[in-house]
């Protein structure tokens, strides 16, 4: 069965400072994979896509990148953190083609960041 | 481009009360739309889903929700409502390889 990890679950980091959370898939192939964003307040925030290695695309402009340089591995990144960058972070993915097919998002179960 | 919107930030229901949560979207071309769940401290669940055929879906939990081409609607319902259905609701529009969601409702239960 496929399942999804993220990690770590809660993070504490400096403003400034670097950010690197990772997003691994297991059981299935060439997945299409999502970084999303839940600011306290707010609902959730799709931050980028991808559908396949190396392919990314940037839903809202930012100081976050995410690169993928696995076909299950997905990375969202940060040179320098800001204050606003606080928030719940979820990884989650669906098959290609996912509308004809399984019609279904898989979610990580998120990390919680705190930027201070 | 794509948008949705869920006009009740928060709405508080007792126990055994029925329960409307509200969702509208905007998209050119038909939906496929979504609701998911988020209990606290866990990750989202899908509730139910609708791509095409009977408007009126049902879901796990006792939930259904009725899809309204002419309103642009896809609001949720349960007409019994438990304790345990506190938890944050959103609502959301796939399209192609994207999902778009909106702002979140959030439900309290009073006893």
């Known amino acids: 069965s496929q399942t999804i990890h993220q990690w770590p679950a809660t993070l504490v980091q400096p403003v400034g400072s670097p950010l690197s959370l990772e997003c691994t898939v297991e059981?299935?192939?060439?997945?299409?994979l999502y970084w999303y964003r839940q600011a306290a307040g707010r609902g959730l925030q799709l931050l980028f896509y991808?559908?396949?290695?190396?392919?990314i695309s940037s839903e809202v402009p930012q100081n976050l990148s995410a690169s993928r340089p696995q076909d299950r591995q997905f990375i969202l990144s940060s040179k320098k953190l800001l204050l606003s960058d606080s928030g719940f972070y979820l990884c989650?993915?669906?098959?290609?083609?996912?509308?004809?097919?399984?019609?279904?998002?898989?979610f990580g179960s998120g990390t919680q960041l705190s930027v201070l | 481009a794509q948008s949705v919107t869920q006009p009740d930030i928060h709405i508080t229901v007792s126990e055994g009360a029925s329960l409307e949560l509200r969702c509208n979207y905007s998209?050119?071309?038909?939906?496929?739309l979504f609701w998911y769940v988020q209990s606290p401290g866990q990750g989202l669940q899908l509730l139910l889903k609708?791509?095409?055929?009977?408007?009126l879906v049902q879901g796990i939990k006792g939930f259904e929700a009725e899809f309204k081409r002419s309103q642009s609607s896809f609001n949720l319902r349960k007409p019994s409502v438990h304790w345990s259905d506190a938890a944050e609701y959103f609502c959301?529009?796939?399209?192609?390889?994207?999902?778009?969601f909106g702002t979140g409702t959030s439900l309290t239960v009073i006893p």
């Open positions: 959301a529009v796939g399209t192609g390889n994207q999902f778009y």
């Open positions: 991808s559908v396949g290695i190396g392919q």
């Open positions: 609708y791509f095409s055929g009977d408007t």
């Open positions: 998209y050119g071309a038909t939906p496929y």
């Open positions: 989650a993915w669906s098959t290609q083609g996912a509308f004809l097919a399984n019609e279904k998002l898989f």
């Open positions: 059981g299935t192939s060439n997945p299409n």
